[in-house]
Each structure stands twice: as structure tokens, then as C-alpha cells.
């Protein structure tokens, strides 16, 4: 079965998330200590009083972003695809 993806938009898309992945860690760079960012929302309505706010730690997201960048690498070398959903 032929994918319905073209390996152009693939190549694309991995840039992108790259660029995405770098641009957060340049944003980080410049923080310290925690900050506060919106998660979602709780309920059905997205409105201002169901915003949900969680602090994150500049340090464990930069590790994550760390970690994800590795993986990328990782996957690039054994020329394996990976997959995300979600934002």
C-alpha cells in the first residue's frame, strides 16, 4: 500500500518540528526557574474561566526538548519515521 504522505511534505514536517523543537529551547534559554503556561481547558467550553494553567520547571523542559531533538537525530540515522499527535 503506497503511503497517501509524499516524502517532500515528510521532509517538511520534520523540519518544522526541528525548527519548533530549537525555537523553544532559544525561548528557554532566556528564562529561569518556572513559569506558568495553558494546557487546556476543563470542560467543553473553552472560555477564561475553564483555562488550565500548570507551572513547568525551565530546567525539565529544556531536558525534554534535549531528549526530543536525540530522538529525532537518532531516527534519522536508522531512517525510521516517527509519529506525533496531539500539539
Do not use: H, Y
Request: no cysteine; aromatic share 4%; net charge negative.
Amino acid at each position: 500500500m503506497k503511503s497517501s504522505i509524499s516524502s517532500g511534505s515528510r521532509v517538511s514536517s520534520k523540519l518544522v518540528a526541528i525548527q519548533e523543537l530549537e525555537i523553544a529551547r532559544l525561548d528557554l534559554s532566556e528564562r529561569s526557574g518556572n513559569f506558568r503556561v495553558l494546557t487546556g481547558w476543563l470542560g467543553e467550553v473553552q472560555s477564561l474561566e475553564a483555562e488550565d494553567w500548570k507551572t513547568v520547571q525551565v530546567e525539565e523542559l529544556k531536558q525534554i526538548i534535549t531528549q526530543l531533538l536525540e530522538l529525532v537525530a537518532e531516527a534519522q540515522l536508522a531512517k525510521k519515521l516517527l509519529f506525533a499527535m496531539g500539539d
